[in-house]
């Protein structure tokens, strides 16, 4: 198969979701960059993270793309993360997450601590990677550009009662994994970072430069 002459993008979704909540976000990528943007489909809820970058690396073999960008949207950062770890790439990149909490997720923790069924709804990733302190480092080779949203608005504010800038899901301390190339904060929800022409045009930015725009 020859290889694309432009970037590949794989969007990576987060929990719950199935990828086509990206539908608007993926076609200002595809628009803007002249990629293919590829939906990655993983079982959030049932599979071990293990199992979902194995899914992930069969992906990128089908692929074999000259550069390979990644998006991943609050779940699918970490697992962009452990694929990176565990399997690794050598074809160039960049990588955004977007409203990915790079340590523990104060709503998940308390959603597991005061609903009794919450562990099982989250399911195995969540159990694995944000229900307690881990610390993780960016250290490979694509750089890394976080998006954190600050307006408040979905159920994990009212769980986790946040005292500090959040989208609603996750605080913005909690988007910041030290080794990142760029950090921005914009006003849009956790969902509704999917939506905004702003989080696509700085997704954008930083897929072609490495940094967020300044204007």
């Known amino acids: 198969m020859p290889r694309s002459s432009?970037?590949?993008v794989i969007y990576v979704h987060?929990?719950?979701l199935n990828g086509q909540e990206s539908v608007v976000?993926?076609?200002r990528l595809a628009r803007e960059l002249g990629s293919k943007v590829h939906v990655f489909h993983y079982a959030s809820v049932t599979?071990?993270?293990r199992e979902i970058g194995a899914k992930l690396a069969e992906l990128v073999a089908s692929i074999d793309p000259e550069t390979l960008h990644f998006v991943g949207h609050s779940l699918g950062g970490l697992v962009i993360y452990r694929f990176l770890e565990s399997f690794g790439s050598r074809v160039p990149g960049r990588v955004v997450f977007l409203g990915t909490p790079a340590v523990a997720s104060a709503a998940a923790v308390e959603a597991a601590h005061r609903i009794s069924v919450a562990r099982t709804m989250l399911g195995?990733?969540?159990g694995d990677e944000l229900l307690h302190e881990m610390p993780r480092r960016w250290s490979f080779a694509q750089p890394l550009g976080v998006i954190a949203g600050t307006h408040s608005v979905g159920l994990g504010q009212f769980i986790a009662r946040f005292a500090e800038p959040n989208d609603g899901s996750v605080?913005?301390?909690e988007t910041r994994m030290p080794g990142a190339a760029d950090h921005l904060s914009l006003p849009v929800s956790h969902m509704g970072m999917l939506l905004s022409a702003d989080v696509a045009?700085?997704?954008v930015h930083f897929l072609r430069e490495g940094?967020?725009?300044l204007q």
Request: net charge positive.
């Open 6 to 8: 432009v970037a590949d």
């Open 14 to 16: 987060g929990l719950w």
């Open 25 to 27: 976000l993926r076609h």
């Open 47 to 49: 599979a071990s993270m």
């Open 124 to 126: 195995r990733c969540i």
């Open 171 to 173: 605080a913005v301390s």
């Open 201 to 203: 045009r700085q997704t």
């Open 211 to 213: 940094r967020f725009s």
